[in-house]
């Protein structure tokens, strides 16, 4: 993992100035410049050299929105987007992730500057794990994942009985829109764990309800997972489990994050496993290890088990996590993957879409 080098561009100085504070407390994070506008930023990016950027969405002049396009058509790198936990918030975050941001962070409008210190202290950890990311073509990806839609609403899916459950933190809303577009209108049962803000999350389900031809809708508590829906836990305050029966219900309980996380995706798969339910399990893009010990519980239960390959991921730590505690099968680029959960989902054990 090599040196952040960030540029924070913010048009409030006084946020700079504790941006910029709080980043250089992070290990192997320092701000190279600040710059308070769109102009400003590109000749800090030709002079700096940073390898990552936090952009603020309102700036004057040029929005953060409209020079983030400008930095992925122009020269593509790092960016982490700061914007305000609004409805009109959530919207842009969603457009920045479709532009290629690697993350969208909320800003705390009002907090004590403990909570501030605090919230922004993770800052450090994303902005470490963006420098070190890959970027993706976001137009390239968006048509792929339109061509897949359209060919999934075609397909007549024959299920053989087992639940999908997938995992995803930083880089999981590009990932789960690549790879759930190849999911059709009978997909199998999906439970998945995205490590991401609620709010953000809702209008991602949101949007994916609109584009897909199955059914995507917020976990919530006693949900029964059949054919044809895809369920999304994201409530920082509850973890999803799995509940045997016919069919395997989604239970919401509000217990200790597991390791750090919660929802938890080791929690995810390790209750899956132990309900003995027929079961394909993956880790996506994200950071940290949270999923590597349940998948690895789900393998050793005789479940299919699959990563994203951490060099295609956005950020490979999750992945690359599972990968070294033997949770995984194979790890796969996500144009695979999607047909590989499919497949073993599928009577006839392929999948092509």
Same mark, same amino acid.
């Given at each position: 993992?090599?040196?952040?080098? @960030?540029? %924070? @561009? ?7 100035a504790l941006f910029s504070d709080l980043l250089d407390q992070t290990k192997n994070?320092? @701000? @190279? ?6 102009? =400003?930023?590109?000749?800090?990016? %030709? /002079? ?15 929005? !953060? ?7 992925? /058509? ?5 960016? +982490? ?32 500057? =403990? ?8 800052? !450090? ?23 897949? +839609? ?5 397909? *007549? ?39 991401? /803000?609620?709010?953000? %999350? ?8 609109? *584009? ?17 829906t895809i369920h999304i836990a994201a409530d920082p305050a509850c973890h999803a489990?799995? /509940? ?5 219900? +989604? ?7 597991? =390791? ?19 079961? %394909? ?6 950071? !940290? ?30 992945? $690359?996590?599972?990968?070294?505690? !033997? $949770?995984? *099968? ?24």
């Amino acid at each position: 993992m090599h040196e952040a080098r @960030v540029l %924070v @561009v913010d048009d409030s100085a006084a946020m700079r100035a504790l941006f910029s504070d709080l980043l250089d407390q992070t290990k192997n994070v320092v @701000v @190279v410049g600040t710059a308070a506008s769109a102009d =400003e930023a590109r000749k800090q990016i %030709v /002079e700096l050299k940073p390898n990552v950027l936090t952009l603020d969405v309102e700036m004057p002049g040029m929005s !953060g929105i409209d020079f983030l396009k400008e930095i992925m /058509e122009d020269k593509p790198m790092p960016v +982490v987007m700061l914007s305000s936990l609004t409805q009109a918030g959530t919207d842009t975050s969603l457009r920045a992730y479709e532009l290629g941001a690697v993350e969208c962070f909320p800003k705390p409008l009002k907090a004590t500057p =403990e909570q501030f210190a605090k919230t922004v202290g993770k800052l !450090g950890k994303i902005v470490l794990a963006a420098a070190n990311s890959n970027v993706k073509d976001a137009g390239t990806r968006k048509r792929a994942a339109e061509a897949k +839609v359209a060919a999934a609403s075609e397909v *007549q899916f024959d299920w053989n009985g087992h639940v999908v459950a997938l995992s995803a933190s930083m880089g999981g809303i590009d990932a789960l829109g690549d790879l759930l577009a190849a999911w059709p209108a009978q997909c199998p049962p999906t439970i998945i764990t995205l490590g991401l /803000e609620p709010m953000v %999350v809702d209008a991602f389900i949101n949007r994916m309800s609109d *584009q897909l031809p199955c059914t995507v809708k917020a976990a919530t508590d006693g949900a029964a997972l059949t054919p044809g829906t895809i369920h999304i836990a994201a409530d920082p305050a509850c973890h999803a489990l799995i /509940e045997a029966g016919q069919p395997p219900k +989604v239970r919401l309980v509000a217990r200790d994050p597991v =390791e750090g996380a919660r929802p938890s995706a080791t929690l995810l798969f390790g209750t899956m496993a132990r309900a003995g339910v027929p079961a %394909v399990g993956a880790v996506l893009t994200g950071m !940290g290890e949270d999923g590597a010990k349940g998948l690895k519980l789900l393998r050793d239960a005789g479940a299919a088990t699959f990563a994203q390959d951490p060099a295609t991921a956005t950020v490979g730590e999750a992945p $690359a996590a599972a990968i070294a505690a !033997g $949770a995984v *099968q194979q790890p796969l680029a996500l144009e695979a993957l999607a047909a590989a959960i499919l497949g073993k989902c599928s009577t006839s054990g392929t999948f092509t879409g």
